[in-house]
T-cell receptor, first 112, second 116 residues
Framework: DAKTTQPTSMDCAEGRAANLPCNHS???????VYWYRQIHSQGPQYIIH???NNETNEMASLIITEDRKSSTLILPHATLRDTAVYYC?????????????FGTGTQLKVEL | DAGVTQSPTHLIKTRGQHVTLRCSPI?????VSWYQQVLGQGPQFIFQ???????GRGNFPDRFSARQFPNYSSELNVNALLLGDSALYLC???????????????FGAGTRLSVL
């Protein structure tokens, strides 16, 4: 699975959009980009995933560049409850089972 | 519908002891995966089971083992506990339809294991 690079931390004002970047320059054609988040001491929560088209659901939007080497998770109106560690994960069809490879993620802090 | 449930929520053991952690997947999900998360790091993959067979294994010693039951629930066993085994142990379930990369894993709240 491709390796991802994320900023260690980011701050966002409540009510503003939070834009979380992720670099995955070694991504291959059949690998998906997944985003999870983990609120302190809880299990990771699935947010969204995509292959090459932009995706949107009730939680967030995922923008993937045309060359697929980077992506951005957008939380359109961040609230204090969005404070969490956000993980960008690239996963393809491998022989290693249903494995998700987590990095250290981005600590997003939403403030008043 | 109930999500992934794990038990116990917290556990304290001493070095050398054995521990069993339990996981019940979301109804209809046949795959269970186990992850270890030590403080300050992201979760690390330990095992995946699907239809009671091991389908993937991470880089963990043989002291770690798991199994899946006919009702798709799962147990993670750790023998000869070390201080370094102190961590949050997470279980994730999915429908796992073969090797499709769009398969989504849903996580439980985890079991916090402290080894003294």
């Amino acid at each position: 699975d491709a390796k991802t690079t994320q900023p260690t931390s980011m701050d966002c004002a409540e009510g503003r959009a939070a834009n979380l970047p992720c670099n995955h320059s070694t991504i291959s054609g059949n690998e998906y980009v997944y985003w999870y988040r983990q609120i302190h001491s809880q299990g990771p929560q699935y947010i969204i995933h995509g292959l090459k088209n932009n995706e949107t659901n009730e939680m967030a939007s995922l923008i993937i560049t045309e060359d697929r080497k980077s992506s951005t998770l957008i939380l359109p109106h961040a609230t204090l409850r969005d404070t969490a560690v956000y993980y960008c994960i690239v996963r393809g069809v491998t022989g290693g089972g249903n494995k998700l490879t987590f990095g250290t993620g981005t600590q997003l802090k939403v403030e008043l | 519908d109930a999500g992934v449930t794990q038990s116990p929520t917290h556990l304290i053991k001493t070095r050398g002891q054995h521990v069993t952690l339990r996981c019940s997947p979301i109804s209809g999900h046949k795959s269970v995966s186990w992850y270890q998360q030590v403080l300050g790091q992201g979760p690390q993959f330990i095992f995946q089971y699907y239809e009671k067979e091991e389908r993937g294994r991470g880089n963990f010693p043989d002291r770690f083992s798991a199994r899946q039951f006919p009702n798709y629930s799962s147990e993670l066993n750790v023998n000869a506990l070390l201080l370094g085994d102190s961590a949050l142990y997470l279980c994730a379930s999915s429908s796992y339809t073969g090797g499709l990369a769009k398969n989504i894993q849903y996580f439980g709240a985890g079991t916090r294991l402290s080894v003294l």
